[in-house]
């Protein structure tokens, strides 16, 4: 148990990203996006692919001792292998993990599955892990949220479905990233175009609580460290409420300043925010929107325009917990 809370204690001191992939283009996505703003010493980068329970193992009748070495060695074409696999080639760019990485392997039995959840963890010399995870579950989104409590985890990146559903349906009717989306304890980003979108930069969209203000700082440190520019964005409801909108980009702009981050520019919109934000997203790698604080069951029937803009945005959108 103290081991077990030394390995959370030293996880909490690193940026965790956690990366699902299950063999879309778009889950790719992900995984360049995490190569681009996780390549710092001090990031840890896991890969996740979350198998069903028993799958192709007793019906197809593999030795479960073979089946474990070689999905340790590559060279078995089980169900999310591969994608790990190619997956690690994003990661490395195409090389071999070079002496300066050490790999270890673990097995964990779960869910009386032959296979269990098996992982390959490398650790470079300058303290960086990455790791592949093959998790057997019951469904990829009850794996994820398992997966994140063994964690902790800072960040968690999602693929981008190819329809979104509305937030009740996506609860009920079970749409894997809209799940997470909602339910995560974390940050979540669902990734398009691997963070390269149609533009540049990050757009951080403020509103001027507390809680937003805090998700600016978070968001403009990642944004420094990955080398986009910054732009401010806030939305004006009304008219008469652009003064106050001004008077927020100008608050967030020195906060930043103090932190020694830079703004390259700010902008004010009139009208609606989901509308107004996803009208400008297109100009930027990332939309970076806070959470609305919300527990998830208010989130069912209350739409928050951090969902709304992941669904109707088409570059990367980042959802600040």
Same mark, same amino acid.
């Given at each position: ?57 007793? !019906? ?45 392997? !673990? ?134 409420? +652009? ?58 029937? +209350? ?5 709304? +803009? ?12």
């Amino acid at each position: 148990m103290a081991e077990l809370e030394g390995i959370r204690e030293r996880r909490r001191n690193r940026f965790r990203i956690l990366v699902c992939i299950d063999g879309t283009d778009a889950s790719y996505d992900g995984i360049r996006f995490a190569a681009k703003i996780g390549y710092r010493s001090e990031c840890d980068i896991i890969l996740l692919y979350v198998r069903p329970i028993d799958q192709g193992l007793r !019906s197809g009748g593999l030795q479960v001792r073979v089946a474990r070495e070689n999905m340790l060695d590559w060279g078995l074409e089980l169900p999310g292998i591969r994608n790990l696999k190619k997956g690690l080639d994003i990661l490395a760019g195409g090389e071999e993990m070079s002496a300066h990485w050490t790999s270890f392997t !673990s097995h964990t039995d779960t869910w009386n599955d032959p296979l269990g959840d098996n992982k390959v963890e490398y650790r470079h010399e300058s303290g960086k892990t990455i790791v592949l995870k093959l998790k057997t579950a019951p469904d990829p989104a009850s794996g994820i949220l398992d997966q994140y409590e063994l964690g902790p985890y800072n960040l968690i990146i999602m693929g981008a479905p190819s329809r979104w559903r509305s937030e009740a349906s996506s609860f009920f009717n079970v749409g894997v990233t809209q799940k997470i989306a909602m339910l995560a304890p974390c940050s979540v980003l669902v990734a398009r175009g691997h963070g390269t979108g149609n533009g540049t930069g990050y757009l951080i969209c403020i509103d001027g609580t507390r809680r937003s203000l805090n998700a600016t700082r978070r968001v403009a440190v990642l944004a420094k460290h990955s080398g986009y520019p910054i732009t401010l964005f806030c939305v004006a409801t009304q008219k008469n409420k +652009v003064a106050t909108a001004v008077r927020v980009l100008e608050k967030a702009t020195e906060m930043l300043s103090k932190m020694e981050i830079e703004v390259a520019e700010t902008k004010v919109a009139v009208g609606d925010p989901t509308e107004k934000i996803v009208e400008v997203s297109n100009d930027y790698s990332v939309v970076a929107i806070a959470d609305s604080g919300k527990k998830w069951f208010h989130r069912l029937f +209350v739409s928050g325009v951090a969902y709304n +803009v992941m669904g109707a945005s088409n570059t990367s959108v980042l959802n600040v917990r």
